[in-house]
């Protein structure tokens, strides 16, 4: 009997043999390992791969998702907003410098698999469209329009001024030349951004870059192939993933997106490549990462600073991060879970590296989710395999000297004065510690902002455009928003973003000598106050800097006045605010628990962006501002979207004072251009002292746009005609943040005045 119960447990875990033995290869846990990997994990919970900021980042990437979908649909265009990558998993840092991965999925089409029956009554405004996987390699499939002929008809009359973009935009094509076969160009070349936004992107594999954002069209099919049944009928150990996440990843589908098989391979011929698509799981990968815990996201971040620091410099993305995930989710499901411990950390590494060398050996990395793909194809050469896995062996057998040595994030550096941290832990011992820094990037980067630069297009053609978005959004807006009415702060907010690029096309033409069009003000002005009930701050203020640029001084004033007794009010209750004033522990984590809809409200009330399209209603000497950017060197917060480039970037208190200074002093109202100067005066040095005396690491003085407020005061103090007590401003603005900062250029600029006048 006993030898029957030996004889079965021998054939139920052939795969567990195999797995535990994975283990026990890298499972030499000294206590000194103990010790090292105890550092380790406690270094990477200061520097981002912590429970508070893990659930906060996802908090706040869905919320951006939420309200990029609401934006999307109010301006006409049936797509829903994901997002996907690091970012919302958790699993980067600062060093990382990690872009943004959006996936924008057309609801447009209606997708079914040739498995199934057609649908008989599909909704309005949708496409129907069948999914061939039939003679495709297993990752790739073919898309095909059925009853080409009754589908146009359908939609032959539809107004583009009304109806959806998107579905005007796909029948603009004629589908019989291909018999209804959609190439995978048409989300590049059709269903795309604008020309003018398309010169600033670039592309690589299914995704558009435009500076720290990937983004990826694709439709969305709610059926499941059947390769991508494979997760759920292979043989696993079975602890993971567990039960309940396999029945929950059960119920997504797949996103079908734009791009083909490697040309370098013979999955298909070069002349049918444009219309294969890919096959893709996000969803089910996503669910698997939101399903581990802490120390699993700890190694999986330390494998990709491995990846960043030996691996990118010679082979780039062709040794990808997918690759690194792909072994790592083998590696927690073939790997005992009580071997994943923060203890262990060191070890829990080594295991990942493993697997991924036992791939490169067999020149075979298996898709996790999909069956029958080698994820090495068309990536890795066959005579680069020996060398990797050789290298990776290296790393293995000298993992804690690498991690060691690693720059990113001053990991090896920290790690080497380890001892002296002991005798003070409290600074590497505090997860909190992240988590302010993240919240106070992402509060003062505008999540929500398209990023992208118009200005050069002529001025009839950005009007129109603007006018239209305008007109969709107010349509939207005035119609049942539905589950998305209490997100509808955010679209007032857009629709006075965009209300503000048209004022600034009515002002631009005023400044090239053209007739004052005093029915395009009056809409404007209609534009802007009809959503300032919305009670955000910033709409209040962006509207009160429309008036100045206008030369409307006087109306100007009277929303100076209502602007300045709202943030009076605001700062009584605005978390944001003072997290900005006195940066603490206690206020991140309050911002991180209270809900995305009022920390957006808060933001708004706090700062307020305006990107180069609307320049024109921005006093001319905050337009140095957008080429920040340009001045020292790029170095990416790392967290979510911080779109300072091209951009100027304001908080509002003290923006409030500086136009105060400039309207009175072309009102001639001394006493009031006085006394805004010196409520600008006391409000820097009231926040200049505070940061400088808090405990809160140094780079927090970079934050909130500081420097800006020290640059405005800077000017004024120009105008003045106090030169030296400018020159002093524009230093210690450029002391506070030595990069991106526009002081330089005013340094600069009074340095030629200098040059000038001595000249003469």
Known sequence: MARNRRGKKKHTSWKEKNVWKTTQDVATNTTDDKEFSDDLSRFLDYVAVNEHVIQFRRKIMLYIAHTMTLTHKACGRNRRTYTFGSQIEGTTTVGMMSDTDFLQCFDTFYLFLDSENPPLQPHDHQIVIRVSTNGCASQFCVLTMIELTTQARLYKKLDPF?????????????????????????????????????????????????????????????????????????????????????????????????QGPPKSTNICTYDYFDYQWRISTNLTEQLLMFSLETVHLKAYVLTKMIRKELFVPEYRDRLSTFHFKTAFFFAVENTRPDSWREDNLINCVKCILTTLRRFLTRRNCPYFTIE?????????????????????????????????????????????????????????????????????????????????????????????????????????????????????????????????????????????????????????????????????????????????????????????????????????????????????????????????????????????????????????????????????????SGVVLTFDYDFICVQIEPYLYYLQYLTYRELHQEPKQSEALMKLSIFTEIIKSKRLISSIDTRFLACGYFDTSLNMLGHCLELENKLESAWKTYKTSLQLKPKRNAAVLHIIRLLWQVVQSLRT
């Open 162 to 258: 009304r109806d959806p973009v998107d579905i005007i935009n796909f029948l603009q094509r004629d589908w019989t030349t291909t018999n209804g076969m959609i190439p995978h160009t048409v989300m590049f070349d059709t269903l795309t951004h604008n020309p003018l936004i398309l010169k600033q992107a670039k592309r690589h594999g299914p995704a558009e870059s435009i500076r720290n954002m990937d983004n990826v069209n694709a439709c969305y099919c709610k059926s499941l192939p059947k390769q991508c049944k494979f997760v759920f009928e292979r043989p696993r150990p079975g602890h993971w993933p567990s039960e309940k996440t396999l029945k929950k990843a059960k119920k997504y589908g797949v996103f079908i997106v734009p």
């Open 372 to 636: 029958n793909v080698n994820l090495f194809d068309g990536k890795i050469e066959r005579h680069e395999f020996p060398k990797l896995a050789d290298r990776l062996a290296n790393v293995i057998n000298s993992l804690r000297t690498k991690i060691e040595n690693i720059q990113m994030d001053n990991i090896g550096k920290t790690l080497n004065k380890r001892t002296a941290r002991k005798n003070d832990r409290s600074r590497h011992c505090s997860n909190n510690s992240a988590l302010c820094m993240y919240v106070l990037n992402i509060c003062h980067g505008d999540r929500i902002s398209f990023g992208f630069k118009l200005s050069k297009a002529p001025i009839n053609y950005r009007k129109a455009l603007f006018e239209n978005e305008y007109t969709r959004l107010q349509t939207y807006y005035r119609a049942s928003l539905e589950k998305y009415r209490k997100s509808e702060y955010s679209l007032q907010n857009v629709m006075s973003a965009v209300a503000s690029k048209l004022a600034a096309m009515y002002l631009e033409e005023k400044v090239e000598g053209a007739e004052y069009n005093h029915d395009g003000m009056n809409e404007v002005r209609q534009r802007y106050t009809q959503y300032l009930e919305s009670d955000i701050i910033g709409n209040h203020m962006r509207y009160a800097s429309f008036l100045f640029c206008n030369g409307e001084f006087d109306e100007a004033c009277t929303y100076f006045d209502l602007i300045e007794r709202k943030i009076k009010e605001d700062k009584k209750s605005n978390l944001i605010y003072r997290l900005f004033v006195t940066p603490s522990e206690s206020l991140a984590l309050q911002i991180a628990n209270q809900s995305c809809e009022l920390s957006f409200k808060q933001r708004h009330s706090v700062f307020l962006m305006f990107n180069s399209d609307e320049a024109m209603c921005v006093p001319v000497f905050l337009w140095c501002e957008m080429y920040r950017s340009r001045i020292g060197t790029f170095i990416s």
